[in-house]
């Protein structure tokens, strides 16, 4: 068996998409701990257990567990070996529902599981994929099904899906199958190749050997370059790691001392002419001289902008000053023209009473005048 895992916080996507398979007569579900499997009662009910962990964001643990093409898997021995998973990963009191689809050339089933247990707690995601193969190679055993090899065990690692997809479309291996090819037919081409020899076969086949190699001549590990590529041992498979080679190979740490670190001394050792390191001083010359006048370009341009804004900065003070005074000399004319407004107000007040007064002893006057004329 295999399992792929996925951890986040995207319980509704997950379920949506198996509940459609389901709905499309593509899957069914086999097991679940919720009351009823409609999405908006798993929902609420997941929500609810949520409350516990407001802040965690990835709650969501998603596994599918593949069996080989062959493999004869009832529903019911799907449900054991998922418990049996659940419970061995610590999900033994968590909310859980399995779909198994029948979409694919082999058999396999969809696990979701919300990592908020009822009482609160959470199930670690650390090395949970070393924890997982663990369990998937004991339920191999326990219930006599075809056993996968680890990839602890194995010892190729297998090639990516775009290193397939290369070698379909150039007929080549990759560099990483050329690569375990030539070492392996490089370690069978003698018994106990000495650490040199080992060496130099990998070189005439184009391989150049890494090594990774402390001050007191321990080498920790060991890396090959090939076309271009550099890998590390363990990345091409456990049969390529420094632990593995140093056994099969005719190693001893304080004689061939002086043989690996002549190779990384060579490793290290660029491969360079004289016109080479001339071209390179004239481009660094270059670099220089053009980091140079671009700085004395800054250089003008701040000075430039520095005048600039002391002059702005002294024309404003001037404009400040200006507008003082005349804000000054604005509010004196309106204290001026209140003075002489109030005056107008109180001399106008004054002719109304006066004028009718005046009249009326004229008119008085008058009549009298006309009377003692007439008399």
């Known amino acids: ?47 609810m257990v949520r409350m516990q962990r407001p802040d965690l964001k990835k709650y969501f643990y998603h596994t599918s567990i593949n069996f080989p093409k062959d493999e004869n898997v009832s529903n019911e021995l799907m449900i054991k070996i998922g418990r049996d998973y659940l419970d061995a990963n610590g999900f033994n009191q968590h909310q859980y529902i ?11 089933f969809h696990i979701l599981v919300n990592r908020i247990g009822y009482d609160g707690s959470v199930v670690t995601d650390s090395n949970d994929y070393q924890r997982s193969e663990k369990v998937l190679r004991h339920l191999e055993k326990k219930y006599n099904l075809t056993q996968v090899v680890g990839s602890r065990e194995s010892k190729e690692r297998g090639m990516s899906n775009n290193e397939i997809l290369m070698m379909k479309r150039t007929n080549d291996p990759s560099a990483k199958v050329a690569m375990q090819i030539i070492i392996g037919e490089v370690l069978k081409s003698k018994d106990q190749l000495s650490t040199n020899e080992f060496i130099s076969k990998l070189e005439q086949r184009g391989v150049k050997v890494l090594f990774n190699q402390a001050s007191t001549g321990y ?10 590529m550099v890998m590390q041992g363990s990345k091409l498979g456990n049969a390529f790691k420094w632990s593995t080679i140093k056994n099969i190979i005719n190693y001893e740490q304080e004689r061939d001392r002086e043989r690996i670190t002549k190779q990384m001394l060579d490793q290290n050792t660029p491969s360079i002419n004289f016109e080479q390191v001339t071209n390179m001083l ?24 520095s005048f600039s804004f002391t002059d702005h ?61 007439v008399s």
């Open 282 to 305: 004239k481009q660094i010359e270059q670099t220089h001289w053009e980091v140079m006048n671009d700085m004395e370009s800054f250089r003008t341009k701040h000075r430039t902008l």
């Open 219 to 228: 080498v920790s590990g060991i890396s090959y370059s090939y076309q271009g």
């Open 313 to 373: 900065h002294s024309q404003l003070k001037l404009s400040e000053q200006h507008l003082q005074r005349l804000t000054e000399k604005l509010s004196e004319q309106l204290t001026e023209q209140s003075t002489r407004f109030s005056k107008y107000q109180k001399s106008s007040r004054l002719k109304r009473y006066l004028t009718p007064t005046v009249v009326g002893i004229i008119s008085a006057l008058v009549t009298n005048l006309i009377c003692w004329i």
């Open 1 to 47: 068996m295999t399992g792929s895992q996925v951890k986040g916080r995207s319980f509704r996507g997950a379920l949506r998409y198996n509940q459609e398979k389901v709905a499309a007569g593509k899957a069914e579900v086999l097991d679940n701990s919720f009351v009823n499997v409609t999405e908006r009662n798993i929902m609420k009910e997941v929500a």
């Open 98 to 108: 399995m779909f198994r689809h029948h979409d694919a050339s082999h058999p396999h």
